[in-house]
């Protein structure tokens, strides 16, 4: 993994990469070099200003300090070396070093038939390695339907899921089922309160504390037909284990099928009722015990000008959490002997990493506050384990609602938000996801139901369907003239041509980049790009014929073009089905 082309994909970049890894072998075989320098941060990337060329190499600013040499001088040798490639029409020195390289025209034609050979399969890479990473993403509480708190969060875990598949990763998606708090008995007692409705009872308005939304009422009906009677008069002990069970089952199913509408499918459900039942955070605990990463200790007074009156020094089982960068060590149980949510989660981890070789949670940023100590505990059993598994957490923020620049109305079925169903009911699964992945994770949303369903360039949805809409319908056109794509004939495209392909060439890096970073934004970020790119072309044809896309009396060239527009539609179904989002044939 020394050289910068076993980094990349085969595809156009991985070439030059690799022509660039065979210049410095070279280098250092003529003693310009010393051997077994570093190159890990030598990269080959399109320029920032596309009129400094088609390619940039920083080789000579990266390895020039640790040749003990000067940047222009090692750059000097470097070019002399890259301007004997055919491939290349030259190669120019920039300010203090960096490279700018101009390729030959077949590069792009021979990177437009990669794309026509690999088909569904340009832009996968193999850089994961096999590396099986867990993605615990939406976990929400099985108290109710999914909501627009937990869409975006939903959206990006299974994104990235589906991006860590294309860069050659094993993914294992999980949902991490909260079914052990005080929260599941709320939701008990609120569906045996539907129950007895069922059953012909006038509970009047829903008491407070308790889930108003009408999602509750089949769930109370279907438990009136599976248990009769039998519990309306019986003491709370006897059915709220019972009733406990019943509602978290209907309301995963409920989940599911929320989830499904999104095209998300998790491949686990992990229960933190089941895991307690089978003692892990007492198995964890002793684990940590016998590491020395928990000990029995008293909990510093809380922080203020004094401690509440009520405030006693309580001795508790305390999880060396300061050990891993966290600034106080925290219980893992509390005064009553059960389990702190950090304890329960800790566990949760640690049954995690048993089959994973990393671990990506996808949360909401209202759970900021624990991110350093959950990263501690990771941490903690790396260390124990002897081996490092790399763990990350990607907060995501809240969405606001918007109906034309107002608040959007409340849901009916779940009493006080609005949910995915009627989100996707509304405005469709695709723009959905694709519109969650438009910002960064961690910056604030605006959803407008107005504005996402626009037909406008300022909609990133519609710009990125309507250009392999545009693409397919330039398909049915030319067949109907009987035209047909063609890569026979390639060199006919020009320059407008080349710089169509070479931002679509950029997919496979934008691909590895997004998934080194965990950011599959990127890529719906990178279709916009590309649709605006194809969009431009498309529009030169209005100021000048023989720039269409269809060339009257010059079938060869239409059949050229035609091939192009072939393979820009390839990338960006390539794309969004990375995103989850379908690449529609009309509008």
């Known amino acids: 993994m020394r050289g910068l082309a076993n980094r990349m994909t085969q595809t156009l970049y991985a070439a030059f990469a690799a022509t660039l890894d065979t210049v410095l072998d070279a280098l250092e075989a003529d003693g310009v070099l010393p051997a077994g320098l570093n190159r890990a941060s030598v990269s080959v990337e399109p320029p920032r200003d596309p009129s400094h060329g088609d390619l940039a190499t920083n080789a000579a600013m990266v390895l020039a300090k640790p040749a003990g040499t000067n940047p222009r001088a090692l750059a000097e040798a470097i070019v002399a070396r890259l301007a004997a490639d055919p491939k290349i029409t030259s190669a120019e020195i920039a300010g203090p070093g960096f490279i700018n390289l101009r390729l030959a025209p077949q590069v792009w034609l021979d990177e437009l038939a990669a794309v026509a050979a690999l088909g569904a399969d340009y832009g996968k890479s193999a850089m994961g390695g096999g590396m099986c990473v867990n993605v615990e993403y939406v976990s929400a509480n099985p108290t109710g339907p999914m909501h627009m708190g937990h869409c975006r969060g939903a959206v990006v875990g299974d994104a990235l899921a589906s991006l860590l598949e294309f860069s050659g990763h094993k993914v294992i998606r999980e949902y991490y089922v909260n079914d052990a708090g005080s929260q599941v008995d709320t939701l008990a007692r609120s569906a045996h309160l539907r129950y007895r409705e069922a059953l012909g009872e006038q509970i009047g308005e829903i008491p407070a504390g308790m889930y108003p939304g009408d999602y509750l009422v089949p769930v109370g009906q279907a438990a009136a037909e599976e248990f009769g009677d039998r519990f309306v008069a019986e003491p709370e002990t006897e059915w709220l284990p019972l009733f406990r069970a019943f509602a978290v089952e209907r309301m995963m199913d409920m989940i599911r099928a929320d989830l499904a509408k999104l095209g998300i499918n998790h491949d686990v459900f992990s229960s933190e009722a089941a895991l307690q039942a089978a003692q892990k955070p007492e198995a964890a605990e002793a684990w940590l015990r016998t590491h020395d990463l928990v000990y029995d200790g008293v909990l510093e007074a809380p ?42 989660d800790l566990a949760y981890h640690m049954q995690k990493a048993e089959n994973a070789d990393a671990m990506i949670d996808v949360w909401g940023a209202d759970h900021a506050g624990t991110v350093k100590r959950i990263k501690a505990a990771v941490a903690a059993l790396s260390e124990g384990e002897g081996k490092s598994i790399p763990f990350d957490v990607k907060l995501v923020q809240m969405v606001q609602l918007l109906r034309d620049g107002e608040p959007a109305k409340m849901s009916k079925r779940s009493g006080n938000f609005v949910t995915i169903a009627d989100m996707v009911e509304e405005v469709g699964k695709d723009v959905v996801r694709f519109t969650m992945l438009t910002r960064k994770p961690e910056a604030q949303m605006d959803f407008d139901f107005a504005k996402v369903v626009e037909a406008s360039k300022d909609n990133p949805v519609f710009y990125v369907q309507y250009a392999h809409a545009r693409i397919c319908s330039i398909l049915r056109k030319a067949a109907d003239e009987g035209l047909a794509p063609s890569g026979e004939q390639l060199a006919l495209l020009g320059a407008a041509e080349q710089a169509l392909i070479a931002q679509a060439a950029q997919f496979p890096r934008e691909v590895e980049a997004a998934a080194r970073a965990r950011e599959p934004h990127r890529i719906a970020f990178y279709l916009y790009d590309l649709a605006a790119a194809f969009h431009a072309f498309w529009n030169l044809g209005n100021d000048d014929p023989q720039l269409r896309m269809i060339v009257a009396q010059n079938g060869p060239l ?26 529609v044939e009309e509008l």
């Open 558 to 583: 239409s059949a050229a073009r035609l091939f192009l527009a072939v393979q820009i539609g390839q990338v960006i179904r390539n794309g969004l089905g990375i995103l989850g989002v379908e690449a």
């Open 303 to 344: 922080k203020g000008k004094a401690p509440p009156e009520d405030w006693e020094p309580v001795e508790l089982p305390l999880f060396r959490s300061t050990r891993f960068g966290d600034d106080q060590d925290r219980p893992i149980k509390k005064s009553n002997g059960k389990w702190t949510y950090f304890g329960a």
